[in-house]
Structures are given as C-alpha cells and as structure tokens.
C-alpha cells in the first residue's frame, strides 16, 4: 500500500472500568478505500473509531491521519475527518440548515453555501432545511447527522452502523452515497454487525471480536472463503492418487489415502457433490462415511451472526 490515509500501531484501549475493549491493533487503511470493520456488538468497533476521531483516548499505540499524528496534532488529524456517530447526537432545537452549517464553520470552513445545498440534496433534506430538528422522524435525524459530518468535505467518513436500525430508503440512499463518495475519493470505513453490508459495500473487510482484529482481507477474497465447504469421504480402501476421471473436482488425498476431500463453494446454487459422487461410483471407489464442514473462518463468522443483536 502507498502511503496510507490512517494508520494505527499497536493501538488499544482498556476503558477505566476495566474492561479491555481493543487489544493492541495494527491496520492501516488506503486512500479512496471503502472499509468495513465487521463485528458483532461489543466487539469494539465504536471504541476504534472513537479513537480515531479523538473521542476516546487510547491506552497505548499511534495512529497517524494522512501523515499528522491523532494525539499530539488532534486538530489537524480531526480537521480531516468526518463522524456519523452510532448514536444520535443533535440539537433538537436547531434547524437542519443551521446545524449543518454550524459543523461545516466549526471545522474553519467559510458558509459555502454551494457544498450545504448539495450534502442537503443529496440527502433529500433541503425542503426540509428550515424544519426545526425535533419536528424531523428518526431517518430524517440521521440524514442530518450524516448532513454535519460531510458539511466540511472531509478526506475520511466514519459511519459508525450506518444502517443499524435505518428504513429501506435511508438505507439505498445511503448505498449511493457512498459510491459517489468513493468516486470523489472519499475514504469511507464503516462499521456493521451485518454480513451483506460490508459485502455490498466494502472494498476490504476487517473482523473484529472480542476486541481483537481477528483478519483484514479483501471483500471478494473474504467472501471467497467464507462461502468454502470440505466434503471428506472416508474411503473403503485407501487410494494412493486422484484418478484421471475425477481431476475436474480437483479433489485432494488426505490422511494416507483413507479420506478424499472435495472444497466446493456453498454459496454457488450447484456445488458439484451429485456429480462428484456419481463419478466416484462410476470409477468403483467405495466410500464408508461421509461429512462436511465448513472453513474455520466461516466458523468465525457463524459465531458472530449468532450473536448478533
Ligand atoms: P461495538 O461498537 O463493537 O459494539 P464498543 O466499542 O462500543 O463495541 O464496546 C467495546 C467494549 O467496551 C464493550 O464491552 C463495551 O461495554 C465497553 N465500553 C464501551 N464504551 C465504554 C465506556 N465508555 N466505558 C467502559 N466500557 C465501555
Ligand atoms: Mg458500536
């Protein structure tokens, strides 16, 4: 990776109660990425971002925004980044347009009037510009949030479970938000307890449990993996190779010949077995038992869909 936009070292958090909310986590994000950090609630996602955007101060570790250092030049770093928090965090009695405006000039901007109309329209909120917060539903409220942290053209956009609760239309619109984002060369990192989410949404993917970054991959290798299935066959009489008939499913020898395993793709609407098994028998192999299992990471990730909220 050239230079990257954010780069964490070895950052962690233990909060005052004692609870360790981040062990010690490296990751370093690419300009222009859109990065889903995947994980289930209390994983530690909030604490990592709230870290980043200054929020939460870390226990140890550095973490560097497009080259200024987040602890000592804060501002800089801060300056930087845009936060659509988890939680909502408005004034109630404030006007969208004025609120907006309010973070666009807390970051030094001018009133640029041009760039509020367009973050406003973009997110079907300039007729109701002059509405008074309070007055405004819970989708609305949110668009106004994501409205404050775009309001400053910021390199670096936090939504922090964006769709969390969210109806369908806020939820498509915001799908075309960040794509045009990304066209604009926005970075985006957003976090989700939903696996389709960092799927539609996410370039790379980092899951994080028990705050630990268990693994960082590209989406479609990721999604590659977690969809990987092994068939093993306990066979009758071992074999000592693959028969020339059964190379298309490219299976493999294990345990000195006794197990032929086949990795097919659960997601795929034909995995191969029938076809697979017919050919066995068509070549005379005899097989006692039969069992599969799934890759170790899509245990980690049964693991975090089960506990999901
Ligand atoms: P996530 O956003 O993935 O749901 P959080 O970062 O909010 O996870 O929380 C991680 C862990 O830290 C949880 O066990 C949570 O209870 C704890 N935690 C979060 N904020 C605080 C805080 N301000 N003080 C103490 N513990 C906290
Ligand atoms: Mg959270």
Known sequence: MTEPILDLRGVA????????ALHPTDLAIAK??????????????TTLI????????????????????ALTDAKAARRLIGLVPQELSVDMFETVL?????????????????HIEQVLRD???????????MELSGGMKRRVLIA?????????????????GVDVALRRDMWTLVHRLREKGTTVILTTHYIEEAEEMADRVGVIDKGKLLLVDDKAALMAKLGKRELDLTLV?????????????????????????YVFDAKEERTGIPSFLTALRDEGIAFKDLETSKSSLEDIFVDLVGEKA
């Open 13 to 20: 958090k233990t909060y005052k109660s004692g609870v360790v």
């Open 32 to 45: 222009g990425e859109i990065f889903a950090l995947l994980g289930p609630n209390g994983a530690g996602k």
């Open 50 to 69: 709230s870290i980043v955007c200054g929020i939460v101060v870390p226990s140890a570790g550095s973490i560097t925004v497009a080259g200024h250092d």
């Open 98 to 114: 004025a609120t907006v405006r309010f973070s666009r000039r807390l970051f030094g901007h001018s009133g640029h009037d041009a």
């Open 123 to 133: 997110l079907s909120l300039w007729d109701k510009r002059d509405a008074k917060i």
């Open 148 to 164: 404050k942290a775009l309001a400053h053209e910021p390199a670096i956009l936090f939504l922090d479970e964006p769709t969390a």
């Open 237 to 261: 009489e071992p074999i000592a190779a693959v028969p020339a008939a059964l190379a298309q499913w490219a299976p493999t020898i294990e345990n000195d010949g006794r197990t032929l395993r």
